[in-house]
């Protein structure tokens, strides 16, 4: 004789495990709804302790005076007295002598 599957069960019932799987789901949604109310009451009373907490606090202080300016800095003309141009130079350089002879060495040819 040929026994049945353990998971078939009889056609004209529930599966075996479906009554406690139902269960199950019902108890978590049973916690889900009391984590949600009990989350409602921490809300409302953490409102209320910021509530007392701003109550007992002391009064905003006045608006701050604004910083004193600060002085300015004087310029170097206004300290020394005007910028005067460069002197004129003692002596002029000479012009940088020519340089000739590297066009003769590149240009002639290896003898011997």
């Known amino acids: 004789m040929i026994e049945p599957h ?3 069960g009889s056609p004209s019932g529930p599966p075996s ?3 406690q799987m139902t269960t199950l789901l019902q108890v978590i949604a049973d916690g889900q ?5 009990a989350q409602q009451d921490l809300r ?3 409102a209320r302790i910021i509530t007392a907490i701003e109550a007992q606090a ?6 701050a005076t604004p910083a004193p300016e600060k002085p300015r800095i004087a310029t170097y003309a206004e300290m020394y007295g005007p910028i ?3 002197p004129e130079p003692r002596w ?4 940088v002598p020519r340089r000739r002879g590297w066009q003769r060495w590149f240009v002639r040819e290896e003898q011997g």
């Open 84 to 86: 005067v141009p460069d």
């Open 92 to 95: 002029t350089p000479r012009a």
């Open 33 to 37: 709804a009391q984590l949600a109310e």
């Open 17 to 19: 495990g479906f009554q």
């Open 44 to 46: 409302g009373m953490v």
């Open 6 to 8: 353990p998971a078939s």
């Open 58 to 63: 002391p009064p905003a202080p006045p608006a």
